[in-house]
């Protein structure tokens, strides 16, 4: 992200009234390499090739904000493999994180990862500070630590019916596996902020959230959530494309500034549960509008979707999640038109 790209994205998040808006997207592997031109295999194995897939996107369309932007990744594999998840990595399908937990009695056995040494962890790190001086070079900076949330992780540890039901069978052992993964995060967070000083903001994907009423949130997100978003930076972004009509009162106790949500909700709708107080960045239908309509019906859609607003203030135009796959130029292209119709 641009200095210029950054002041704007700050702008909006203080309460600015910008016009135009800016439009901001989500990207990452499910969209980037297909769109780049190169397989997933060769965007997670191949350096270079992952640096030119975010140059690509950044040069071509230089005034979206793209979050995080250069995206170190590996899937949803990241985080499960410092707990030595095994992972499938298909030629060009999204990789998939096994199992690590198969009862609760291995929770007890597990031990908190070293966020400098396992599992995919150092070659994501690594990746940013040897591209590092070729990202500035292009007007770029390294914005965001990145992770996928306690409750995501856990869900991939040990499987997302089996993490629901240890939620609501043995509360206690839940919190457990909760507070080990938390406070890796901490940590993890902690080393690429300190590896890395350009970064000012943290970004954290948890789906799982919308899986749970809100007196469960309470309990077992809310808290641990709280300490990971408990630190000086200026922009404190969660994606949570599942439901989030029970969450939501409790996004501002959470600590965040920026939200990216699903379809489930109206922006409207969210405004009022946020109390105004959050960036919106939000939200087409991505698979069946972005992805499966045409640039016309897009734009119609877009334009739809910003005439209904009560107001522009803190809100940053994308879709209902992350960039899904297929979207094409043209189709991103009608998008940042239909923002402006």
């Known amino acids: 992200m641009t200095d210029q790209n950054w002041a704007t994205l700050r702008k909006l998040i203080d309460g ?49 904000l793209f979050l995080p932007g250069y995206w170190s990744e590996f899937g949803m594999c990241t985080e499960p493999s410092a707990f030595g998840a095994r992972c499938s990595f ?52 390294i914005r965001f630590s990145v992770s996928r949330g306690p409750l995501n992780i856990a869900s991939y540890l040990m499987g997302t019916s089996e993490f629901l039901t240890l939620i609501l069978m043995e509360p206690d052992k839940a919190h457990q596996l909760i507070r080990l993964i938390t406070d890796f995060l901490i940590e993890w967070h902690d080393l690429q902020k300190k590896t890395i000083d350009s970064i000012d903001g943290i970004f954290m994907l948890d789906d799982l959230i919308g899986f749970l009423n809100r007196e469960q949130f309470e309990e077992f997100g809310l808290p641990y959530f709280k300490e990971l978003y408990n630190r000086k930076l200026a922009v404190k972004f969660l994606h949570n494309d599942a439901p989030c009509r029970e969450s939501a009162p409790l996004l501002g106790d959470m600590g965040i500034n920026l939200f990216n949500m699903g379809i489930d909700v109206t922006l409207n709708e969210l405004r009022e549960l946020t109390g105004d107080k959050i960036t919106l960045m939000g939200n087409l239908p991505p698979r069946d509008v972005l992805a499966a309509g045409t640039p016309h019906e897009i734009a119609r859609a877009t334009s739809e979707m910003m005439m209904e607003l009560k107001g522009k203030q803190r809100i940053l135009p994308s879709c209902g999640g992350g960039m899904p796959p297929n979207v094409t130029t043209e189709k991103i292209k009608a998008f940042v038109d239909g923002t402006t119709s």
């Open 16 to 64: 600015e009234q910008l016009s135009p808006l800016p439009v901001g997207f989500i990207i990452d592997c499910p969209w980037l390499p297909n769109w780049a031109g190169v397989t997933l295999a060769e965007y997670f194995t191949h350096d270079e090739t992952w640096f030119q897939c975010h140059k690509k996107a950044a040069e071509t369309f230089p005034d979206i």
């Open 90 to 141: 298909p030629e060009n399908a999204f990789p998939h994180a096994h199992r690590v937990i198969h009862s609760t009695e291995e929770i007890d056995r597990m031990v908190m990862p070293n966020p400098k040494t396992d599992g995919l962890l150092p070659f994501m790190l690594g990746r940013l500070v040897k591209y590092r001086p070729l990202i500035e070079q292009t007007g770029q900076q």
